[in-house]
């Protein structure tokens, strides 16, 4: 089992993502963050879009634009249905206005046994 490698933020904040689906067919969806962190973000509400990994995404917050790569997209039927994983490209360290941190856990082993047995008297 491993630990993420960056922090991310549960935050539900408005954006409106703009670009081309998979089918060629362009949008501009007004949709909502679920969870942020420094060099990407989750999405949700996407489930009307048809994107793949690779396609790129602009997405706007106020005045600002940023540019991603879709990392994932949530399988139908699955609690990830609508939710759309995006890999940041060109963004503003400031781009959401509020505090990312940039480095989270780094990626560990995990063990499932106690480091230290407990020997126990027979």
């Given at each position: 089992m491993?630990?993420?490698?960056?922090?991310?933020?549960?935050?539900?904040?408005?954006v409106r993502a703009k670009g081309q689906g998979s089918n060629g067919i362009e949008f501009?969806?007004?949709?909502?963050?679920?969870?942020?962190?420094?060099d990407g973000v989750r999405l949700g509400g996407m489930d009307r879009l048809s994107l793949n990994p690779g396609d790129i995404v602009e997405l706007r917050r106020k005045t600002r634009r940023a540019t991603f790569r879709v990392a994932w997209v949530g399988e139908p039927?699955?609690?990830?249905?609508?939710?759309v994983g995006l890999h940041a490209l060109d963004i503003h360290p400031d781009f959401w206005g509020l505090e990312v941190p940039?480095?989270?856990e780094v990626a560990i082993p995990v063990s499932v046994h106690s480091a230290h047995p407990e020997h126990h008297a027979g």
């Open positions: 491993y630990r993420r490698k960056r922090n991310r933020l549960k935050m539900v904040l408005a501009d969806e007004l949709t909502h963050t679920l969870d942020i962190a420094a039927g699955t609690a990830r249905t609508g939710h940039a480095q989270g």
